[in-house]
């Protein structure tokens, strides 16, 4: 029952998703004109594919912070 390490605990681990994420999806937004490659040669297909993986990029890092949140927050079967 220590608060102040719980606090720092969890910003720790807001810190590291949120980095990790930001890190993937960086990557993908460097790689979005090969990703579509991995499935098909399709033109079209392709451009569509770099479109749509910008903004799933953009909400990859807010995806690691709410999981992390998510599970910070779970009381559990007993509470707190």
């Known amino acids: 029952s220590n608060p102040s390490a719980a606090r720092r605990a969890?910003?720790?681990?807001?810190?590291?998703?949120?980095?990790?994420?930001?890190?993937?999806?960086?990557a993908l937004l460097l790689l979005r004109g090969?990703?579509?490659?991995?499935?098909?040669a399709d033109e079209e297909v392709l451009a569509s594919v770099k479109l749509v993986l910008v903004p799933t990029a953009l909400s990859m890092a807010g995806d690691?912070?709410?999981?992390?949140?998510?599970?910070?927050?779970?009381l559990g079967p007993h509470g707190w």
Do not use: E, K, M, P
Request: glycine share 14%; aromatic share 6%; charged share 5%.
């Open 10 to 26: 969890v910003a720790i681990a807001v810190s590291l998703a949120f980095g990790a994420q930001c890190v993937q999806a960086s």
């Open 64 to 74: 690691g912070v709410c999981a992390v949140l998510g599970g910070a927050t779970d």
């Open 34 to 40: 090969h990703v579509g490659r991995l499935w098909t």
